[in-house]
């Protein structure tokens, strides 16, 4: 049995108890409104339906209480009373991607759970996951080793410029085996690595040259603003009970790029910028969340039904050829970001849309409206779209999904829906040789708004 609970923040009610006979599938979910106004979206999944001992939410926040005194009694446990495998984790700080012909290192840390009293070394693997890649990265060390008393140990990876690449290559970053003690467990997580071809800027359209040039002459040059522009990025995300590799949050400063031309909604009147690759600086963040809230999600989309009946999220992978293994891709892109013409030197920039609340598609959410282009979710979207593979709608409608709007800006950021302290107002200005923007992000098993904030630097 797997019971999982979380506020709903928008002001929409939410579905009443339901289950999928066809599929044999044993779920309940339902909505409660509790005192602060806020909405309580539960599942209860992996349980006969007429056997469900929960039948109100009063029991329902009894056993809560019970869970959360659980996991309290557990949180303090002392690391050196610890005594099982030892596991190895393998990540990064900064945005786990690799320009193919760029000087700047991946910098990784390779973690343990509890030190040693002496030290130990780890010979660190490269592994290609794109078939036909090799030898387009160094590991500097290739050995690296965590002193005496240490649990971690820093390294990094360079890119070998051995050419263009033409396509995205997915690597992953791990160690090689044997490994070095005995009470050592498997390696928990790997370091997920793309190596990118060269970003190269668009061609613009004689219009949209015109429309530049006029831009210009009422004071706002965007002309410098087309192109391959450096970002950097801020990211705190806040802890999230609801997802084990998010238990203690995480906080991310790095680096990247941004492919930025002129949007072909872009008038006279009206100046239009579009991001076309790597929006924001975040395509790699963001998926790297959807992975967290689907196929690396392991108490909640690998859990064991029972006999007789069916996990909806794995049986979904299954009939698609999705693992965490499978090679996949994902891209973003933004357009409508609106830019005022300067006042003092200052513009404007406004960079929110809206899109239909997912539990209620009459209700719009207001968010940054990314467009998201994931291959697995492209397969199961065309099974949907079919019409003809019933199993597909039925897993989906429980909630087996892999549209990243599911998952991805849950709740609208325009208003203090959380009331978690990290609410900020969201702002885009755009002065002299910088562009910044800051905004709030959730997600779909969040504990609290994200905080993001992004600034674009033109050289001097």
């Not at 029991?59 to 002392?78: N, P």
């Not at 193919?100 to 343990?112: F, G, I, S």
């Not at 390294?155 to 090689?176: P, R, T, Y």
Request: proline share 4%; with cysteine.
């Amino acid at each position: 049995m797997v019971i999982r609970c979380q506020p709903r923040l928008s002001r929409t009610t939410i579905v009443g108890r339901y289950r999928f006979q066809q599929a044999n599938i044993g779920i309940t979910r339902w909505s409660n409104k509790m005192k602060d106004g806020r909405y309580w979206l539960c599942e209860v999944i992996g349980i006969n339906y007429k056997s469900l001992v929960m039948s109100t939410m009063g029991k329902l926040q009894i056993m809560l209480l019970f869970l959360v005194a659980v996991f309290s009694g557990c949180s303090e446990t002392d690391e050196r009373a610890y005594v099982g495998k030892n596991s190895i984790y393998i990540r990064t700080e900064g945005n786990p991607v690799i320009l193919a012909m760029d000087d700047e290192p991946l910098k990784a840390t390779l973690m343990l759970i509890r030190a040693y009293d002496k030290d130990v070394s780890f010979e660190i693997d490269v592994k290609y996951l794109t078939e036909g890649a090799e030898d387009l990265v160094t590991v500097n060390p290739a050995i690296v080793t965590i002193p005496a008393g240490e649990k971690s140990v820093d390294f990094e990876i360079i890119s070998n410029k051995k050419g263009v690449v033409a396509d995205k290559v997915q690597l992953e970053i791990g160690v090689k085996y044997p490994l070095p003690e005995a009470d050592m467990g498997r390696v928990e997580e790997v370091l997920r690595v793309v190596v990118k071809p060269y970003m190269e800027a668009e061609d613009l359209t004689e219009e949209q040259q015109a429309l530049l040039e006029g831009y210009k002459a009422k004071g706002l040059d965007l002309s410098k603003w087309i192109g391959v522009i450096p970002v950097k990025v801020s990211v705190e995300v806040p802890p999230t009970d609801g997802l084990e590799s998010l238990i203690n949050g995480m906080k991310k400063v790095y680096t990247g790029k941004t492919v930025i031309t002129l949007s072909e909604d872009a008038t006279a009147e009206q100046p239009i910028l579009k991001m076309t690759n790597n929006p924001m600086g975040l395509t790699e963040f963001m998926y790297d969340m959807l992975r967290k809230e689907t196929v690396e999600n392991d108490m909640f989309w690998y859990y064991d039904p029972g006999e007789g009946e069916i996990n909806p999220y794995m049986a979904m992978m299954e009939l698609i050829g999705l693992s965490k293994t499978s090679l996949e891709t994902f891209e973003m892109t933004l357009d409508n970001i609106r830019v005022d013409f300067s006042n003092n030197g200052v513009s404007n920039v406004e960079f929110l849309g809206e899109r239909p609340d997912i539990w209620d598609e009459t209700e719009l959410v207001t968010v940054v409206p990314f467009a998201y282009n994931y291959s697995a979710w492209n397969r199961l979207k065309e099974l949907l779209d079919a019409g003809d593979n019933e199993l597909a709608q039925e897993y989906v409608d429980y909630g087996a999904t892999l549209d990243p709007t599911h998952y991805l800006f849950y709740s609208g950021i325009d208003e203090d829906y959380w009331e978690d302290g990290n609410w900020m107002e969201p702002q885009g200005v755009l002065t002299g040789n910088k562009l910044t923007f800051q905004f709030n992000f959730d997600h779909y098993s969040a504990g609290g708004y994200s905080i993001i904030r992004v600034e674009y630097t033109l050289s001097e």
